[in-house]
């Protein structure tokens, strides 16, 4: 022991002091790991109010589905590109645009295809 200290960390403050920084720790945690999209592939075309999204493989001689996701104005964007504006010019310079979605809930519609999107991010392969 060393003046009087024992070698133990104190953080001061009261229990509830000491609650709130653990509880605001377990939650920065499960929100920062827990939030994956719904969707990462290919932007394959840009639309008036919508992107045609496809898998990420580039294999030539395959054939892979691909799906519509509605975009409207409470559509946040991020990454690449700032608003839906932009996409379009964007996604003509870049050789692999990817895109991660996360979409509207729709009740019982698991599906892809045809849903809203509430949040886009927008990088560069």
């Known amino acids: 022991m060393i003046n009087g200290h024992n070698g133990a960390v104190n953080f001061g403050g009261n229990m509830q002091t000491k609650f709130?920084?653990?509880?605001?720790m377990v939650f920065l945690l499960i929100v920062g790991c827990?939030?994956?999209?719904?969707?990462?592939?290919a932007i394959l075309e840009v639309k008036e109010s919508s992107i045609i999204v496809g898998e990420d493989?580039?294999?030539?001689?395959?054939?892979?589905?691909?799906?519509e996701i509605i975009i409207d104005d409470k559509t946040k964007f991020s990454g690449?590109?700032?608003?839906f504006k932009d996409?379009?010019?964007?996604?003509?310079?870049?050789?692999?645009?990817i895109v991660y979605l996360w979409l509207m809930?729709?009740?019982?519609?698991?599906?892809?295809?045809?849903?809203?999107?509430?949040?886009?991010?927008?990088k560069k392969k």
Do not use: C
Request: zero cysteines; hydrophobic letters at 30%; glycine letters at 6%.
């Open 34 to 41: 827990g939030h994956n999209s719904d969707f990462k592939g």
């Open 57 to 67: 493989d580039t294999d030539p001689e395959a054939q892979y589905q691909s799906y």
């Open 80 to 83: 690449e590109v700032e608003n």
């Open 105 to 122: 809930n729709d009740g019982e519609n698991t599906k892809v295809d045809k849903r809203v999107a509430s949040e886009v991010i927008v």
């Open 20 to 24: 709130l920084l653990i509880f605001l």
């Open 87 to 97: 996409l379009e010019k964007w996604v003509s310079r870049t050789e692999h645009p």
